[in-house]
């Protein structure tokens, strides 16, 4: 545990508990990371065609959101599916986990490489009532083999610099709800982030952060409080880039327990801190000591 004393302070909590969102949520979601595009007309529609691999189950005249690298979102529909087989071109009701064509409503120009289609709602008005999402994010760690293509890692880096995760916390004193799904901790609350031991650096523990509740409710021994229950706080990437600042950390790791985790290296950390548009939005970061 990564133990931090404070004084008061007003944060972003997560009002929602796990049974929450896996019992309602855990059907129904797919991610696709966008690997190409071509353009198609069909009638007088100016319509694309993407490649790539759902994760999770498409169909046809599914509603999904294409999301790019800087968060922005638009709402269409699936139009069709193609894949190769055998027997030749297909044109399939669903598709589950595998490489598939979609045939999407939007022209070529609003759609990119490496935007993520999928049918998780964004979490885009920070609203600590809904649960927190990061289907963008969740989408580009499927792309782990473009790492040297030098636009997949701008818009992953990018994406991981403005995303929002959730972290399991313990606390030596109850926040005080403020009401509106923030929650203030009286001075000297004691929390304690979760970290997990990592055998690439013997002595020091990486700090567990996740995309989704989806994504924290794979692990199994997360801390819980007196009733069972996980509790978090969300934290922006500059709260992991202080945390991580810790001479007893190194980095985070996102979704442990996942099908994919990312392990995110202090090295990693110190890189995009010291890119010249992350200081500008959000000024200088201390450096690890790791």
Request: charge should be negative; hydrophobic fraction near 35%; charged fraction near 25%.
């Amino acid at each position: 545990m990564l133990k931090y004393l404070i004084s008061s302070i007003k944060r972003r909590t997560d009002g929602l508990s796990m049974s929450d969102i896996v019992g309602s949520h855990a059907t129904g979601r797919f991610v696709y990371l966008v690997e190409d595009k071509f353009s198609y007309h069909l009638e007088s529609d100016d319509l694309t065609v993407v490649v790539g691999t759902v994760h999770g189950t498409v169909r046809v005249h599914d509603e999904v959101y294409i999301i790019d690298h800087t968060g922005k979102t638009l709402l269409t529909q699936i139009k069709q599916l193609e894949s190769m087989s055998e027997k030749g071109t297909e044109h399939p009701d669903s598709c589950t986990d595998a490489p598939i064509a979609l045939l999407l409503g939007v022209s070529p120009s609003e759609i990119d490489k490496f935007c993520v289609v999928t049918s998780i709602k964004p979490w885009v008005n920070k609203d600590v009532n809904q649960a927190v999402e990061n289907p963008y994010l969740l989408g580009m760690l499927y792309g782990e083999r473009f790492r040297n293509d030098d636009l997949y890692f701008g818009k992953f880096v990018y994406a991981l610099a403005h995303s929002f995760f959730l972290s399991p916390v313990s606390m030596s004193k109850k926040p005080e709800s403020n009401g509106d799904g923030t929650a203030t901790f009286t001075s000297q609350t004691q929390l304690s982030f979760s970290t997990l031991s990592n055998d690439r650096y013997p002595g020091k523990t990486t700090l567990a952060v996740f995309t989704d509740w989806l994504e924290l409710g794979k692990w199994k021994d997360a801390p819980k409080d007196e009733n069972g229950k996980v509790q978090t706080i969300i934290l922006r990437f500059p709260d992991i880039v202080a945390l991580a600042a810790d001479p007893g950390i190194n980095g985070c790791v996102i979704n442990a327990f996942g099908e994919l985790s990312l392990f995110v290296p202090t090295e990693l950390i110190d890189h995009i801190t010291g890119l010249e548009g992350y200081r500008k939005e959000y000024g200088d970061s201390p450096k690890t000591d790791n």
